[in-house]
């Protein structure tokens, strides 16, 4: 009896699982529990025969000294927990590396897949099913190639069925959330099995190896052990990703998937052919990832700690305002504008005049790709209308025909929009609060559908107060942005008590004077901030985590402008990185 293997998982496999866990407890669901316990039992069942006939064949063995002593079918305690750990520490490091990455975006369809594509699906088959050959072939002829034969039986067939599930879709995920979860997880163990072996923890003995070492007291049988068990690991989860992405990805085809879904039904998602994917949704994914990341960098961070159909579609909302808000602001001149304004007012009276869904989405559709530019038609298209309110929408329009106002005022046409702290907040109602009332309608609708009316009226009239307070800080940041596009958003009654007017803001952006206001802007969009942030807690707790990131992410600017200097990018105060991660941390771990 011994304690040297117990001790490897107390020094150097339980550690890492630890902090694995602290770390993404705040995003740690029943789904992540169930994936991983589900490829835990699956680990496990597959290993026990395999390992137990390894140390009965004496290819490797375990001093009795170096173990606590009980067994099962002659494997020791310790290593039975070693297929537990290093399961679980895989899978939860390859969780968290990928949470960022929306996979609705990456799923393969038909305008995506080239030959190419399919032809290193194939060749990857190929390969997998040449190496298991080889495999069989060391294991006939015995001796030296015994160890790296059995390794290669036992794994291969597992490597070669996952991948020909999931060739297309981990053909078109970034490499890094394949590569990534894998070496890095390999090379620790490397470091972890060679202290082992040298202690004499765990022996692999003479006859049944090549004798090569990766370096001094690492086998190559050993290190190739650790890279195909790593790989199973994360192609495992891959898979599970690829099956849940599908079903998500889908409502025709899934109406009502299981929040856990079973083998079979995971097994079935991936056999359907790519061919009945529904190609323009895979697109407008694509295109909404492309804006929010390009645009929004706050959003795009906030929108990953969301999951399931809710991120989906709270990422298409998202897709829909920014188009029609480029489609104005890029217009060469306002009867364009007004153009487009009008061309989206007829797209929603479209979209919400009949109750048949299928009918109008139909004619939705017609009229969109007969209207608007190529990269604008899959934003509305999938706005998903059918369970969101319409008017928040009309009121965003509202608040763009408010922008338009603009024009003529640096033209002395007519008087500034903005001129009292009412016009302030009313408008900031329509371009921002609107978009918060929608995505709280989201949440509800997804998380908490039972939820009663007078409740979610409540809460989303506190969102509609934090959606002012977060466009009030966007005015303070685009201060001398706005400027140049002879815009002014503070109040005009604001401005006459600093002696100032709005053609004096777009003379002097940058005038002391305004840096007072945008203090006093500041000031007001946190006492709005602080007074509705409450209501937060009261939504559905899976999405309250991910709510706080968004809004607090985006109040952190706000922070930043308080500061004598800050990071400048394209003419806006920006958030460094590190810290927009601090503050989404933070904002998750809030009780």
């Known amino acids: ?43 496990v069942a597959s290993t026990i025969p395999w390992d137990s006939y390894l140390i009965r064949s004496r290819i490797w063995s375990y001093p009795p000294d170096a173990v606590l002593g009980p067994t099962l079918y002659s494997i020791p305690l310790e290593e039975l927990f070693f297929f537990i750990i290093q399961t679980y520490d895989v899978s939860l490091l390859y969780i968290i590396l990928t949470r960022p990455t929306f996979y609705p975006a990456h799923l393969p369809h038909r305008r995506s897949l080239s ?28 001796g030296l190639g015994t160890y790296m034969g059995l390794i290669i039986i036992w794994a291969f067939p597992f490597l070669l069925l996952l991948w020909s599930l999931s060739k297309d879709f981990m053909l078109q995920i970034p490499m890094k959330n394949i590569l990534i979860p894998i070496l890095l997880p390999t090379l620790y163990l490397w470091l972890v099995d060679t202290f082992a072996l040298r202690r004499g923890t765990w022996v692999i003995e003479q006859g049944t190896k090549y004798g090569i070492h990766i370096w001094e007291g690492l086998d190559i049988e050993e290190a190739f052990f650790f890279l195909v068990t790593t790989m199973l690991v994360v192609f495992g989860q891959i898979a599970f990703d690829n099956a849940i992405t599908i079903m998500e990805a889908f409502p ?27 190609s323009d949704r895979i697109e407008g994914f694509q295109q909404a990832v492309a804006r929010l990341k390009k645009k929004s960098r706050s959003f795009y961070l906030a929108s990953s700690a969301f999951s399931g159909r809710l991120r989906g579609d709270l990422i298409l909302l998202y897709s829909f305002c920014r188009v029609a808000d480029d489609l104005v602001d890029s217009a060469t001149n306002s009867e364009e504008a007004k153009y487009w304004i009008e061309r989206l007012v007829e797209f929603l009276d479209i979209s919400y005049a009949t109750k048949d869904t299928s009918k109008r989405h139909e004619k939705a559709t017609t009229f969109v790709h007969s209207t608007f530019p190529e990269d604008a038609r899959q934003a509305l298209i999938q706005l998903p209308t059918t369970y969101l309110s319409k008017q928040p929408l009309y009121d965003l329009l509202r608040g763009f025909e408010t922008d338009l106002i603009f024009d003529g005022a640096a033209r002395g046409e007519h008087d500034w929009p903005v001129k009292s702290e009412h016009d302030l907040e009313e408008y900031g109602r329509c371009v921002a609060s609107t978009v918060a009332d929608l995505c709280i309608e989201l949440v ?32 303070a940041r685009d201060i001398q942005v706005d400027a140049e596009m002879k815009r002014v958003y503070l109040p005009t009654s604001w401005l006459q008590e600093e002696s100032m007017t709005a053609q004096d803001v777009l003379k002097h952006p940058s005038s002391p004077a305004l840096v007072r206001l945008r203090s006093r802007l500041l000031d007001k969009a946190f006492a709005l901030y602080y007074d509705a942030r409450a209501a937060i807690d009261e939504l559905p707790t899976s999405a309250r985590g991910p709510m706080r990131v968004a809004v607090d992410s985006y109040m952190e600017i706000g922070h930043v402008l308080r500061q004598e200097t800050y990071q400048v990018k394209a003419g806006r105060a920006t958030v460094p990185k590190l810290r927009r991660l601090r503050v989404a941390w933070r904002a998750l771990n809030k009780t």
């Open 1 to 43: 009896m011994g304690l040297d293997y117990a001790l490897v998982h107390v020094k150097y496999t339980i550690p890492p699982a630890i902090l694995l866990t602290l770390l993404y407890k705040p995003l740690f669901s029943r789904l992540d529990v169930y994936r991983i316990c589900f490829l835990i039992i699956i680990a």
């Open 115 to 142: 030959r190419n594509v399919g032809g290193i699906g194939r060749l990857g088959q190929l390969l997998f099913a040449a190496t298991l050959l080889e495999g069989i072939y060391l294991v006939k002829n015995g």
């Open 252 to 278: 025709a085809l899934f109406p009502n998937p299981s929040r856990y879904p079973s083998p079979i039904a995971a097994v079935q998602a991936l056999l359907l052919p790519d061919s009945a994917y529904d």
């Open 444 to 475: 509800f609708h997804h998380e908490m559908p039972s939820t009663p009316t007078a409740e979610q009226l409540r809460i989303r009239k506190a969102g509609i107060q934090m959606g002012i307070a977060l466009q009030i800080v966007n005015i």
